[in-house]
């Protein structure tokens, strides 16, 4: 009789156990899927994922993939060589007579300029030219006209290079003493296209007006001889 007491006491206990691990292992178990769902949505959270995402494609990553560097191209408008020459100093000048004919009371002088610098330069337009006397360089008249009848050109010079315009001289003596008041010209004075600083060139047995009303000289652009 203890025996079967002792045997129901023991199933009631296991009875007892069994119920009670149960529900705590239901818990637990609950717990645990709860614990591992938050680390889980955490790992994979709207917005960590937006951040991300953002991040890999945002329009402005983009942008500046697809689009040329800014430095690289700045690098390539400067680069050595692609700018243009500057234009030719007179310091850099030397006038020289080249040719002069003359033909129906007038004298057309070819004049050349060489470049005497180490660089490469550019001229365009026309030279200013007019005739200078009295042993000091005092100008005898009016400066030269431009002759429009040909346009100008951008040239280019190389070191030891040149290029040339033609000046035309109509003779004093086409004209009355009174109206032209003719006076020895010692040579002429030569400015560059773009240029202040003069050059000189002398001339021989040359004579101007020195009315100024009276105008003599007509020049062509630089590159343009006829």
Not at 151 to 162: D, E, K, M, Q, W
């Amino acid at each position: 009789m203890n025996t079967r007491v002792a045997t129901a006491v023991t199933a009631g206990v296991a009875v007892l156990a069994l119920t009670g691990c149960g529900p705590r292992s239901v818990q637990a178990q609950s717990e645990s899927s709860s614990s591992s769902g938050t680390s889980s949505s955490t790992s994979t959270s709207p917005s960590s994922t937006g951040a991300s995402s953002t991040g890999a494609t945002s329009p402005s990553a983009s942008s500046s993939a697809s689009s040329p560097p800014t430095t690289s191209s700045r690098a390539t408008a400067h680069a050595p060589g692609s700018a243009a020459p500057a234009r030719c100093p007179s310091s850099h000048l030397k006038v020289s007579l080249a040719t002069s004919e003359g033909a129906a009371g007038s004298t057309y002088d070819t004049l050349r300029l060489t470049n005497t610098g180490t660089a490469s330069c550019t001229l365009y337009g026309y030279p200013g030219i007019s005739l200078v006397g009295h042993g000091n360089g005092t100008q005898i008249g009016a400066a030269a006209d431009r002759d429009h009848s040909v346009a100008p050109t951008t040239v280019l010079i190389r070191p030891g290079g040149s290029t040339t315009f033609v000046v035309r001289l109509v003779q004093a003596g086409n004209y009355p003493r009174s109206t032209c008041s003719p006076s020895a010209a010692d040579g002429f004075r030569v400015y560059p296209p773009g240029s202040t600083a003069a050059l000189y060139l002398p001339l021989k047995a040359a004579t101007g007006c020195a009315e100024a009303s009276v105008h003599l000289l007509t020049v062509r652009p630089v590159g343009r001889a006829s």
